[in-house]
């Protein structure tokens, strides 16, 4: 009946997904659902925008997340908040990271890999630098992570590519942030300092 009550039913839905252990797909088919009956009305709403990929990311719908998060960080309204760039520049990574990961575990070879190695690169380089920029913003230990973990994903793409230099720097990077994020937490005593401190390690 409102905006409001769309976001308040995929914040549901996202947390069913999260904690309740609610199937994928029914998940998947009941956002589909309300994307196909609100979309058009209240999708370039920032705010709805960030719902609908906080819910598809919940169910494991990553390219329809990605869609989502895209649509809410450039919304004219700006009401979507600045986890939904944080989110963007995470699941972007990710995917990336992941289509070589599937293309090495089906042998995939030749010109078809190096063409998706360069497009991991490029994916992850912008996720590295909106990462940045909010870091610039304000620093958290979320945000140092994220970039640790997006410098992750890039030394495996270059490990992939066989590309043992870039990788060294990769890896560097990521020890950087991570050791970044954990002064962030040692500093606020703050429990999730385990998480950066492992990574780092």
């Known amino acids: 009946a409102s905006p409001v009550a ?10 069913q997904s999260a904690t309740q252990g609610a199937s ?25 925008a960030e719902a609908f990929g906080v819910a598809c990311a919940a169910a494991s719908d990553t390219e329809r997340a990605i869609h989502w998060y895209r649509q809410a960080v450039a919304a004219n309204d700006g009401s979507a908040s600045l986890k939904a760039s ?12 992941s289509r070589v990961a599937q293309a090495l575990g089906k042998s995939v070879a030749g010109d078809a890999l190096h063409a998706l190695i360069a497009q991991a690169r490029l994916d992850i380089a912008a996720g590295t630098e909106a990462l940045a920029a909010l870091i610039r913003i304000a620093p958290t230990i979320e945000r140092e992570s994220l970039l640790g973990s997006a410098y992750k994903r890039l030394a495996l793409v270059e490990e992939a590519a066989q590309r043992d230099a870039a990788r060294a720097a990769a890896m560097v990077r990521m020890a950087e942030h991570y050791g970044h994020a954990e002064a962030l937490a040692a500093e606020a005593d703050d429990p999730a300092y385990f998480y950066p401190a492992l990574n780092r390690m």
Do not use: D, H, P
Not at 88 to 96: C, F
């Open 6 to 15: 769309l976001a308040l039913a995929l914040e549901t839905l996202a947390v």
């Open 24 to 48: 994928g797909a029914g998940q998947r088919e009941k956002i589909r659902f309300l994307e196909a009956r609100f979309a058009q009305r209240w999708g370039g709403m920032g705010a709805i």
């Open 86 to 97: 944080e989110q963007l520049a995470n699941l972007s990574v990710r995917q990336a990271w």
